[in-house]
């Protein structure tokens, strides 16, 4: 089965991501990116408001964008990246990983679904791709985009703040 990267918009799940959960106090009253949002964004937008960004969106308005240029805000207090980097391929990683590292924040929460933890990216029974990669995996490239940041892991959470 060939995978098609748009394909990855079938991997949202009708909840809100965990590290969204986990850090909804300092997401409440601030401006944020939840980039990568896929197509249940509403869900998180009547929590917390926020812009969101996912390319392969169909349903754009005033809050979901699939155009990141066309974001009104171009200051974000925080980018969230909540399980994305596990449907990407190596190509698509780095380069996503380089469009997150553009962005004008100081911080990033990035989460990772690891999948079955084997490193052996597959296509699953849906059609799309899942890396099955352990978060410890993504470090190194991470750390190769991110060089004036301090990087720390907590489980499959992954927060990423400017060096003052």
Same mark, same amino acid.
């Given at each position: ?11 949202? #799940? ?9 850090? +909804? ?15 249940? $964004? ?23 964008? /699939? ?7 171009? #200051?974000?207090?925080?980018? %969230?990246?909540?399980? %994305? ?25 990035? $989460? ?17 791709? @899942? #890396? /099955? ?10 750390? /190769? ?8 892991? +907590? ?7 400017? @060096? +003052?």
């Amino acid at each position: 089965m060939l995978y098609k990267e748009s394909e990855s918009i079938k991997t949202s #799940r009708k909840q809100i991501a965990k590290i969204i959960i986990n850090n +909804k106090e300092k997401l409440k009253d601030s401006v944020w990116l939840n980039f990568g949002c896929g197509k249940y $964004s509403d869900l998180t937008y009547n929590l917390l408001n926020g812009f969101h960004y996912d390319p392969f969106l169909t349903n754009v308005n005033n809050y979901n964008f /699939n155009d990141i240029n066309k974001i009104p805000c171009k #200051r974000f207090d925080y980018v %969230v990246c909540a399980n %994305v980097l596990n449907v990407l391929q190596d190509d698509s990683l780095l380069n996503t990983l380089l469009t997150l590292e553009s962005l004008n924040t100081d911080s990033y929460l990035i $989460s990772i679904y690891e999948g079955d933890k084997t490193g052996n990216g597959k296509i699953t029974k849906h059609g799309t791709y @899942q #890396r /099955n990669d352990k978060t410890i995996n993504y470090l190194t490239t991470i750390e /190769n985009v991110f060089t004036d940041y301090v990087i720390n892991i +907590k489980s499959n959470e992954i927060y990423i703040t400017k @060096q +003052k």
